[in-house]
């Protein structure tokens, strides 16, 4: 395990003052990303550039998403301790991290099986015990079925149903929706068992989401 200096937990504090500039009001989402060490989820390559604002490579073409985007998509689902919730695209595993020290029982699935094999062994060596799967998340994990929340961390081209039909009754789907260039953000909130509200929120650019009910490869 890397060390978590001074000077990280300095750049790391920036990094939260930034956040908040930007408009990111939860308090606790604030607290856990100032807390998690976001360098120990990055290639030596990128190390220097762990507090920055922005996304950066994590192999296999992926990408760990930027900070605001995180606290704002993190902030959208609204979780409390113990809430169940699926996030589709593990990747690094950081945001897997701030929801384990929210307090969110969470199920995590990723496509690219060495992201996923790396992803279980930093965030165990970092004591968090999330439910990590190898897989297509793009048809949701029924088996785990119901969540409180589902987030869906790479841009889809439209929503999957499935995932609206694994959301328990005031559960909410947050999820990137359309173009290879540019999503807006989604949040739907299934209020009764026929009825799903949905909100929409401003764009950002993911990678895209693969699998059955994502972008064909
Ligand atoms: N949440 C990640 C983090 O904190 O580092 C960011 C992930 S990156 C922006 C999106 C991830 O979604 C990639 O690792 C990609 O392999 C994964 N992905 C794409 N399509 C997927 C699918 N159908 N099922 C599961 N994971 C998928």
């Given amino acids: 395990m890397m060390e978590d200096s001074y000077k990280h937990q300095g750049m790391r504090r920036q990094l939260i003052a930034t956040l908040k500039q930007k408009g990111i009001k939860d308090e606790k989402v ?3 990303m100032g807390r998690i060490p976001r360098h120990y989820f990055f290639e030596n390559a990128f190390l220097s550039h762990a507090y920055e604002d922005k996304a950066f490579p994590i192999g296999s073409g992926q990408t760990i998403s930027q900070p605001y985007t995180v606290a704002f998509m993190t902030q959208l689902l609204h979780t409390k301790p113990g809430d169940k919730v699926l996030e589709i695209g593990t990747g690094s595993g950081y945001q897997a991290a701030v929801l384990c020290a929210l307090g969110v029982d969470i199920y995590s699935i990723e496509y690219v099986k060495a992201l996923h094999l790396s992803a279980a062994d930093l965030l165990g060596q970092m004591g968090y015990r999330p439910k990590l799967f190898w897989g297509d998340g793009s048809k949701g994990l029924a088996a785990e079925a119901p969540y409180k929340g589902i987030i869906v ?48 929120f401003s764009n950002f650019s993911f990678v895209p989401l693969k699998g059955k009910h994502g972008w064909s490869e």
Avoid: F
């Fill in 30 to 32: 604030l607290d856990v």
């Fill in 153 to 200: 961390t790479a841009g889809a081209p439209a929503v999957p149903q499935l995932l609206l039909e694994q959301l328990e009754i005031g559960g909410r789907l947050v999820i990137p929706v359309g173009n290879s260039k540019s999503q807006e953000m989604h949040r739907y909130t299934r209020v009764s068992a026929s009825k799903v509200e949905k909100e929409v």
